[in-house]
C-alpha cells in the first residue's frame, strides 16, 4: 500500500509538473532558434546584371503631423541632400483648410508645402485626409463626410488642382485614401464606418477630373498588413471598376524578417487577383518603432534601415522612411522623436539613419547576382561603369553578433584596381591591387549593427 501510494503520489507531481517542464523546453528551444543562424558567404557576379539599381525603394519621404504648417521648409536643404524621388504629405485637409465650404476650396496653404517639396526635387504623395471638420459627420477630422458626393468633389477638386495641365500641372503623383484608417476613425472593411465606401468615393471623385496629367491613386494605408483588408478592397475595387494604382501599408518592428513574410502574405493573395498582380507595393511608413524609440537616435536604427533595403530590394517598389525630422513636442523616453533630423530648434542635426540613407545613394549603375546572405548579413551589389560596388549591412538587434564575411567577387577583368572600403559607421581606406585573374576574394569582419561599402574601380 505504501508502494502504491508513493508511485501514485509520484505519478501526480509529473501530471502536475508537466505543464511547466514543456514551457521550459519550449523557452529552451526558442533560445536556441534565436541563437542559432546562417553564416553569410557572399558571392557576386560582375557580369550579371539584374536591372538598374532600385534607388526607387528608398529615395522617399514621409512628414508626419506634428506641426500644422509647412514642417519641410526649415530643413529643406538637408532634405534635398538625399535626393528624394517622392514625399509623403499627411494632414492635408485638415491643417491646410482646404474646405471652405460646398464648392469653394483654398489651396494656397497646401500650395506652399508641395511648392517646398518641388524644391527638394522630389514629386508629393498626397494623403486624402483628414476629414474637413465642417464636411465631418460630427465635426471630428477623422469621421466620415455628412456628404459623399462633397467629399468626391473636394477630391476631384484636389487631383485638378495638382494634376490639372491648367493648373499645377504635375505629373506623376500619388493619391492615397486616407492615413492609418483602422486606427484613425475605427474604420473596417466590412461594416460602418466602411473604408470601402470611403475608397469608393474618394477613387470616383479623382476619376472625375479633368484635364490632368497621369496620377496614381490607392490605399489603404492601414497600420500594419492585415490580409482581410487587401483581399477585400482588391475584391471590392474590381467589382465596383475603381482605380487601383498601388497597394500601401505600414510597418513598424525591430524585425526585418516580418516585413519579408508580409511580402509573402500580399503575392499569395495576388494569385487570386491577376489583374493587379503587378500593382506598385508602398510600405508608406515604416521604422523600427511605431512609438519614439532610442532605435531612431543610435546605430541600431541605421543598421535595420539598410538591412531593410537589401532585404526587400525586387519585392517593395517603395518605402518612405518615416520621418524627416522630430517634432517639437518633449519625450518622456530616451527618444527625440522618429526624424532623420532634429528639429530645428535643436540644430536639425542628421541622425545615423540620415547617414545611412546618405550611403545608399553611393550605389548607382545596375544592380548585379548577389548569393550567400545569411541570418544577420544581408547585401546590395552593382556595376557603375567601370566600378563594381557591395554593400553588406550586418543587424543584429540584439546588438551582439560579430561575423567575419568571405567576400568572392567573379567575371572581373584582368588589371589594376582601386579598392575603396567604406566603414559605416567609420573612416574610408582606399588601396590598390592587381587582379591576374577574374575574381576578387577577401573576408570582412563586421561588428554588431554596422555596414561596409566596397567599391573595386578598374583603373
Known amino acids: 500500500m505504501h508502494i502504491v501510494t508513493k508511485k501514485l503520489k509520484t505519478t501526480l507531481f509529473l501530471l502536475a509538473t508537466l505543464p511547466f517542464l514543456l514551457f521550459a523546453l519550449k523557452l529552451v528551444n526558442d533560445f536556441r532558434k534565436t541563437a542559432t543562424g546562417k553564416p553569410a558567404n557572399i558571392f557576386v557576379d560582375a557580369k550579371n546584371p539584374q536591372g538598374p539599381i532600385p ?227 508602398i510600405i508608406t511608413e515604416y521604422g523600427p518603432s511605431s512609438e519614439p524609440d532610442p532605435y531612431y537616435d543610435n546605430q541600431l536604427g541605421a543598421a535595420h534601415l539598410l538591412s531593410l533595403v537589401t532585404r526587400l530590394s525586387g519585392k517593395i517598389h517603395r518605402l518612405f522612411t518615416f520621418e524627416i525630422k522630430d517634432g517639437t513636442q518633449p519625450r518622456s523616453d530616451e527618444s527625440t522623436g522618429w526624424g532623420l533630423l532634429t528639429h530645428e530648434t535643436k540644430g536639425a542635426t542628421p541622425k545615423p539613419r540620415y547617414q545611412a540613407l546618405t550611403l545608399l545613394n553611393k550605389l548607382n549603375g545596375q544592380r548585379l547576382m548577389l548569393k550567400g546572405e545569411g541570418t544577420w548579413v544581408t547585401g546590395l551589389a552593382s556595376q557603375n561603369g567601370s566600378t563594381t560596388q557591395l554593400l553588406l549591412v550586418n543587424y543584429d538587434q540584439r546588438n551582439s553578433h560579430h561575423e567575419t564575411v568571405p567576400v568572392y567577387v567573379r567575371n572581373l577583368d584582368p588589371g589594376t584596381y582601386q579598392v575603396t572600403t567604406t566603414h559605416f559607421p567609420g573612416k574610408t581606406t582606399i588601396t590598390q591591387t592587381t587582379i591576374d585573374t577574374n575574381f576578387y576574394a577577401r573576408n570582412f569582419p563586421l561588428t554588431p549593427n554596422t555596414a561596409l561599402l566596397l567599391e573595386l574601380k578598374k583603373l
Not at 528624394?84 to 499627411?90: A, H
Not at 465642417?134 to 469621421?143: M, R, Y
Not at 492609418?180 to 461594416?191: A, I, R, S, V
Not at 473604408?195 to 489603404?220: C, M, R
Open 55 to 281: 534607388k526607387a525603394l528608398w529615395q522617399n519621404l514621409a512628414q508626419g503631423g506634428e506641426e500644422p504648417k509647412d514642417m519641410i521648409a526649415p530643413v529643406i536643404s538637408q532634405t534635398k541632400a538625399l535626393s528624394p524621388q517622392y514625399i509623403r504629405l499627411d494632414h492635408i485637409y485638415d491643417f491646410f483648410d482646404v474646405y471652405q465650404g460646398s464648392g469653394n476650396y483654398n489651396f494656397s496653404g497646401l500650395d506652399q508645402a508641395v511648392q517646398t517639396i518641388l524644391k527638394t526635387g522630389a514629386k508629393p504623395m498626397l494623403v486624402l485626409s483628414y476629414m474637413p471638420s465642417a464636411l465631418a459627420q460630427n465635426g471630428s477630422i477623422i469621421d466620415p463626410p455628412k456628404d459623399w458626393i462633397e467629399w468626391e468633389n473636394l477630391i476631384q477638386a484636389t487631383v485638378e488642382h495638382y494634376s490639372g495641365k491648367n493648373n499645377l500641372n504635375l505629373a506623376g503623383i500619388y493619391y492615397e485614401v486616407w492615413n492609418e484608417p483602422d486606427l484613425f476613425g475605427n474604420w473596417h472593411y466590412g461594416k460602418d464606418p466602411n473604408y470601402q465606401t470611403l475608397y469608393y468615393h474618394s477613387a470616383k471623385g479623382a476619376q472625375s477630373a479633368q484635364n490632368v496629367n497621369s496620377f496614381k491613386i490607392g490605399g489603404p494605408s492601414v497600420t500594419a498588413f492585415y490580409e482581410n483588408w487587401f483581399k477585400n478592397l482588391f475584391k471590392f475595387a474590381h467589382e465596383n471598376g475603381l482605380r487601383m494604382d498601388f497597394v500601401s501599408w505600414h510597418k513598424y518592428t525591430k524585425n526585418p524578417q516580418d516585413f519579408e513574410k508580409d511580402f509573402e502574405k500580399l503575392s499569395k493573395i495576388l494569385t487570386d487577383y491577376p489583374e493587379y498582380f503587378n500593382i506598385e507595393r
